[in-house]
Structures are given as structure tokens and as C-alpha cells.
């Protein structure tokens, strides 16, 4: 049995390949983090994260409770997650 349809069928959108491809680089940019790449003597990269106030609040609180810092705190977390054996 068919459906009887009460609306026109909708026709598939169409985009500009080139305009959407560069929108898209232009917000990854944007969206990325900055670090500085590693440094020859310590091997460490600085990373800027935006956090919200909630959340940097919440950090600060557990921080403080832990005796630690945050980063400290983020080291940890990342350490955790990321280096698997």
C-alpha cells in the first residue's frame, strides 16, 4: 500500500563545494587551541584552553581541595586519559 502525501516532495539542497571546504577551515582555525611547539631543552608545549567560568571555577575548588594546582590538576587528567601502555 502507498501513502497518500499531503506536502510536495523536497528537493535535496545544493552547496558550493569551494565556499563550504573554506568556511570550514576558516572555523577549525578560529576553534583551535594555540601552543607553542616543543622546545629543544624541556620538551614541554604550552596550551591555551578556554574553559567556562563554571567549569574554571570547579577546577579551582577541587584544586585547592586537593592541595594542588590546576595545572597540576589538568596534567594529571591528561596523563590519565592519554598515556596508555
Known amino acids: 500500500m502507498k501513502k497518500n502525501r499531503d506536502f510536495p516532495p523536497m528537493a535535496k539542497p545544493h552547496f558550493d563545494e569551494e565556499a563550504v571546504l573554506a568556511f ?25 584552553v578556554p574553559l567556562s567560568p563554571k567549569l574554571y571555577t570547579a577546577l579551582q575548588k577541587e584544586a585547592t581541595r586537593k592541595g594542588r594546582s590546576a595545572v597540576d590538576m589538568i596534567r594529571k587528567i591528561l596523563t590519565k586519559h592519554l598515556e596508555k601502555d
Open 24 to 48: 570550514a577551515s576558516a572555523a577549525s582555525a578560529e576553534k583551535m587551541a594555540p601552543c607553542s611547539p616543543p622546545s629543544e631543552s624541556g620538551g614541554q608545549v604550552q596550551l591555551i
